[in-house]
């Protein structure tokens, strides 16, 4: 299995395309849509048949307002469907969580990629990607997802994003994490305006430096603001498209199929 460091490049500078699988009950644009196994797989497969590099398996939600659930349960949504989906396909599998013991459980069944809202700042976390040698998405939020909705970001907000992702990737390479495994998410949506989500969307090169910038704009609020009158995903690939024209190298999304037609890519 090739790691997602390794595909760097290797889609003629196209952008990766995450197809995000939520294995909840209570996602905000999804929930219990896949919450079974059964159906947590065969949305997988789908997924990768309509082109995801990667697919991106969540346990808990993250929606605006949530509740965090326990270790246990997020271990018992994802570590199963983990390891019947990664020897079965071509593609890396990333466990998107803020637990340390869910992402080691998660890389011993299979994934080969940790993304966390929580940006590393649990050096526990950090200890699990260093120690595993995997890639890690390291992501901006402002608040916690109680507070999202209602708190989000005043004054310069992505000098100030752009600060702290500068600050954790230097804070992961000087623990001794290969940079190329480093990726960095300005965090649409998550504690800020609807103007600073396109902001950050518009340009979203600015937060990379050396490593790849993931942008995760699908079916997020920010959207009806900009485009009230279209489909949430025909939106998402509009943004998409923004989004890789402005520097993202990862796009994290629902509907993988129309994000490659919006970005003129074949399967």
């Known amino acids: 299995m090739k790691y997602p460091s390794d595909l760097w490049g290797s889609r003629d500078g196209r952008p990766l395309i995450m197809g995000i699988l939520n294995v909840t009950p209570d996602s905000f644009s999804d929930g219990g849509a896949h919450f079974s196994k059964k159906d947590a797989l065969e949305h997988a497969y789908r997924l990768i048949d309509e082109g995801a ?3 991106d398996v969540g346990g808990e939600s993250t929606r605006p307002g949530s509740d965090p659930v326990s270790e246990e349960e997020e271990l018992k949504r994802v570590i199963g469907v983990i390891k019947e989906l990664a020897p079965t396909v071509g593609v890396p599998i990333s466990i998107d969580t803020a637990k340390p013991r869910v992402a080691d459980g998660s890389v011993k069944a299979g994934a080969s990629m940790v993304n966390d809202i929580w ?3 649990n050096e526990a976390m950090a200890d699990v990607v260093i120690s595993r040698g995997v890639p890690a998405v390291i992501m901006h939020m402002h608040g916690t997802p109680k507070t999202l909705a209602a708190d989000t970001m005043e004054g ?4 100030e994003i752009k600060r ?3 600050e954790r990737a230097e804070h992961m390479v000087s623990r001794g994490m290969d940079k190329r495994n480093i990726i960095l998410d300005p965090g649409v949506g998550f504690g800020k305006t609807a103007e600073q989500n396109m902001a950050i969307v518009s340009d979203s090169g600015r937060f990379g430096g ?3 910038v ?5 079916r997020k609020r920010f959207l009806s603001q900009y485009y009230p009158d279209t489909d949430k995903d025909d939106a998402t690939a509009i943004v998409s498209k923004i989004a890789a024209d402005s520097g993202a190298g990862i796009l994290r999304v629902h509907d993988v199929r129309k994000v490659r037609s919006y970005l003129g890519q074949s399967r």
């Open 53 to 55: 590099d990667i697919v």
């Open 156 to 159: 310069d907000a992505l000098a």
């Open 214 to 218: 993931l942008i995760g704009p699908s």
């Open 119 to 121: 940006g590393l700042r």
């Open 164 to 166: 702290f992702l500068d």
């Open 210 to 212: 050396d490593h790849t």
